[in-house]
């Protein structure tokens, strides 16, 4: 079965600092893994996902992670934090629906809450 | 193109009552999957269905039921409402399931509030 784990609830990070939330995943087969960001009253964004092509994908607002197979990880970095990346971000893998249902469901790490301190 | 849709967008019930929440996907999308939001359980997978027939379901109980009509919007129900029911319900839509890759777009959810 897969699952994934999202270390810390709650990161803080000053302005123009390095941003690193973390993310661990298991999986019995190849994985597709996602990073979402939700800010406050909002639904989910895609940040980025990787798909089994190059292991360090670039997403949108200057985010990437990489994928590292022998550390079952998929960590989200921002060389330098904005003011505006304040929200919650979200690991997620995608899953295989089942025997015989088909289809595929995306199952959600805890979530991780970024602060930006000026 | 506009975005996935959900009404209404807040929603307060009591206890033992009924609740339908509705989906419009992004147009072309055929694909729609639920999520429930609460800050205990974090984001929960609820169903997807994809051409009117649901492909997956999550581990939730019977109380909660969905349907997919003929051009792609989506409904939830969930009957004889409890207090734990209160969430944020989040809808996703995709171009085209079942291949684990695809995007998913959220639509902004329905604040769900159980008296």
């Known amino acids: 079965a897969q699952s994934v784990t999202q270390l810390g609830s709650h990161v803080s990070v000053s302005e123009g600092a390095l941003v690193l939330l973390r993310c661990n995943y298991s999986?019995?087969?190849?994985?597709?893994l996602f990073w979402y960001v939700q800010y406050p009253n909002q639904g989910l964004q895609l940040l980025l996902k990787?798909?089994?092509?190059?292991?360090l994908v670039k997403g949108i607002n200057g985010f990437e992670a990489e994928f590292k197979k022998s550390e079952t990880s998929f960590h989200l970095t921002k060389p330098s934090a904005h003011m505006s990346d304040a929200a919650e971000y979200f690991c997620?893998?995608?899953?295989?629906?089942?025997?015989?249902?088909?289809?595929?469901?995306?199952?959600f790490g805890a979530g991780t809450r970024l602060f930006v301190k000026a | 193109k506009a975005g996935v849709t959900q009404t209404p967008r807040y929603l307060i019930k009591t206890r033992g009552q009924q609740v339908t929440l509705s989906c419009s996907p992004i147009s072309g999308h055929r694909s729609v999957s639920w999520y429930q939001q609460t800050p205990g359980q974090g984001l929960q997978f609820l169903f997807e269905?994809?051409?009117?027939?649901?492909?997956n379901k999550g581990n939730f109980p019977g109380r909660f039921s969905g349907r997919q009509f003929s051009n792609s919007r989506s409904e939830m129900n969930v009957s004889t409402l409890e207090l734990g029911d209160s969430a944020l319900y989040l809808c996703?839509?995709?171009?085209?399931?079942?291949?684990?890759?695809?995007?998913?777009?959220f639509g902004p959810g329905t604040r769900l509030t159980v008296l």
């Open positions: 999986s019995s087969v190849p994985p597709y």
């Open positions: 269905y994809f051409s009117e027939t649901q492909r």
């Open positions: 997620a893998v995608s899953a295989a629906g089942g025997r015989n249902t088909g289809g595929f469901k995306t199952i």
């Open positions: 990787y798909t089994s092509a190059a292991t």
């Open positions: 996703a839509s995709s171009i085209v399931p079942g291949q684990g890759t695809d995007t998913q777009y």
